[in-house]
């Protein structure tokens, strides 16, 4: 990143939603809303960018009138992305169900929480409480499953889907019961296979995923730069946490909240005076889109 300067007309705002656009009880505050309005109603682009499933984020906003032209939805740390004014993906990067079943064959024998993907459900081998936990609070019902890869019709993303309906999965998720070391130990483990073939970033302490090499927020800002032919000064991207930081890092303006981690703040241009809980958004808008 070559500093604050930005140029050209249309902007793309990047935002992360847990700990940057939601405050601590997981809404958008009415400063945050009113910016957004303002940069939509100047003709930029408003992009949610999270690791939730596409069917969470969607429900996010829905509610908050988001599934209009102007928004688009990052899911699954970039697995897909999502035109909201369209009502349609515009990219979806998917893994082989064989990588996927590795993964989590791996993670149950130390004890983890796994699960991946399939449309609206949460897919698992294991009902745990980590699976009940994660389920509630993401609003999506899931299905225990005796191996994903008959679940799945054994796909392999190279060969084409088997199974017309259930598509291959886009990540796989860890959720450790155990220390955040527990999880540190464990991908180093797995990248002695998955190095060059997956990616995988820490989106919690206690949550590890996997997905396809191109699946980061950071490939979504080029991505979308690339989409709509501007040039990478135009993008700003805000975050918090680890899975935050290719994103920061690509954008012509890479913001960190104040609330953020060292990691975050580490490879940003800008941290914010404001936190979640304050509008940090709000303050990013006013500084790099609207001034």
């Given amino acids: 990143m070559d500093g604050l300067s930005i140029f050209g007309l249309m902007k793309l705002l990047f935002t992360d939603l847990d700990g940057t656009l939601l405050d601590d009880a997981k809404n958008i505050s009415d400063t945050d809303m009113a910016a957004i309005h303002a940069m939509i109603d100047a003709g930029h682009k408003f992009v949610m960018t999270t690791g939730r499933p596409l ?57 983890f929480h796994a699960h991946t993907y399939a449309g609206d459900l949460v897919v698992s081998e294991y009902e745990t409480e980590q699976l009940k936990k994660y389920c509630s609070a993401m609003q999506m019902d899931y299905v225990v499953v005796d191996d ?111 609330n953020a981690s060292q990691a975050a703040k580490s490879v940003a241009n800008y941290v914010t005076t404001r936190d979640n809980n304050h509008s940090g958004i709000a303050e990013v808008i006013e500084k790099f889109i609207l001034s």
């Fill in 55 to 111: 069917t969470s984020v969607k429900r996010l906003a829905e509610k908050y009138g988001f599934l209009q032209p102007g928004y688009f939805l990052v899911s699954f740390n970039g697995g897909l992305i999502y035109d909201c004014g369209a009502g349609e993906s515009i990219l979806t990067r998917r893994i082989s169900v064989n990588q996927v079943k590795f993964i989590m064959d791996e993670a149950h024998k130390r004890g």
């Fill in 148 to 258: 994903i890869r008959n679940y799945y019709g054994g796909v392999n993303c190279n060969d084409g889907p088997i199974n017309v309906v259930i598509k291959p999965p886009i990540k796989v998720n860890i959720i450790t019961p155990f220390e955040h070391s527990s999880l540190v130990d464990f991908r180093a483990d797995m990248r002695t296979v998955t190095a060059n073939k997956l990616f995988d970033v820490f989106s919690k302490p206690e949550m590890l995923e996997f997905s396809h090499m191109l699946s980061n927020k950071g490939e979504a800002v080029r991505y979308m730069a690339e989409f709509y032919n501007e040039p990478i000064e135009n993008t700003i991207a805000v975050g918090d946490e680890e899975n935050d930081c290719p994103m920061i890092e690509a954008a012509g303006v890479g913001v960190a909240m104040a």
